[in-house]
Nanobody
Framework: QVRLVESGGGLVQAGGSLRLSCAASKSISSINAMVWYRQAPGNQRELVAVITNGGTTNYADSVKGRFTLSRDNAKNTVYLQMDSLKPEDTAVYYC?????????????WGQGTQVTVSS
């Protein structure tokens, strides 16, 4: 039901910044939570950050203080501002939309965007 498109990835040196975008095909006001995950080769998928439709945010300890979530409801888009990037942040970053309808949970995924941080 929800199409997600990530953008903004790229190559950056350690200490640099990137801003990722996740554009949804539906109003994000109707999406219970937008979640950023990441996965590096050989590693399991890791939850990075969450923002609810009420605006509450949560971050993984590994990115807390460096990454910041925001949203633009008019553009149906959430943003992940990534500052003070480290080589260990290198991964494919995925946007995930979580929708709850009548106690049934639905998950939708974007195609991912590559973030590479060089030392």
């Amino acid at each position: 039901q929800v199409r997600l498109v990530e953008s903004g990835g790229g190559l950056v040196q350690a200490g640099g910044s990137l801003r990722l975008s996740c554009a949804a095909s539906k109003s994000i006001s109707s999406i219970n939570a937008m979640v950023w995950y990441r996965q590096a080769p050989g590693n399991q998928r890791e939850l990075v950050a969450v923002i609810t439709n009420g605006g509450t945010t949560n971050y993984a300890d590994s990115v807390k203080g460096r990454f910041t979530l925001s949203r633009d409801n008019a553009k149906n888009t959430v943003y992940l501002q990534m500052d003070s990037l480290k080589p260990e942040d290198t991964a494919v970053y995925y946007c995930n939309a979580q929708v709850v309808l009548s106690m049934m949970k639905y998950n939708y995924w974007g195609q991912g965007t590559q973030v590479t941080v060089s030392s």
